[in-house]
């Protein structure tokens, strides 16, 4: 499912406009990226939680070269899945 999809069925089940239902899902996805930008955790219950993972810098290696490369320290998005969802993608 696409975010258009995800407006387009919106849309249909609340009897919205296009354009309601982008600013809906829209302030959404902003609210989840700030909280996550401000080191934040969102939780769904029966769905699952963001939160992010934070990785010291490391030495790698560039696959095309063999040369080693020194890797910054990052910060990345981690999705757990809830229990609920892994029952019913299981069956």
């Known amino acids: 499912m696409t975010k ?12 919205l406009t296009e354009k309601e239902a982008t600013k ?3 302030l959404v996805f902003d609210g989840f990226t ?14 699952g939680s963001f939160h992010v993972r ?4 490391y030495r790698g290696r560039n696959p095309k070269t063999g040369k080693v ?6 910060k990345l998005p981690f999705f757990k899945v ?6 019913m993608v299981n069956g």
Request: proline share 2%; no cysteine; aromatic share 4%.
């Open 54 to 57: 934070k990785y010291d810098a």
């Open 69 to 74: 490369v020194q890797v910054k320290p990052k």
């Open 24 to 26: 809906v899902i829209n």
């Open 82 to 87: 809830g229990r609920d969802l892994k029952k």
């Open 34 to 47: 700030d909280t996550l930008k401000n080191g934040g955790r969102i939780e769904i219950r029966g769905f």
């Open 4 to 15: 258009s999809d995800l407006i387009t069925a919106l849309s249909k089940k609340e009897n």
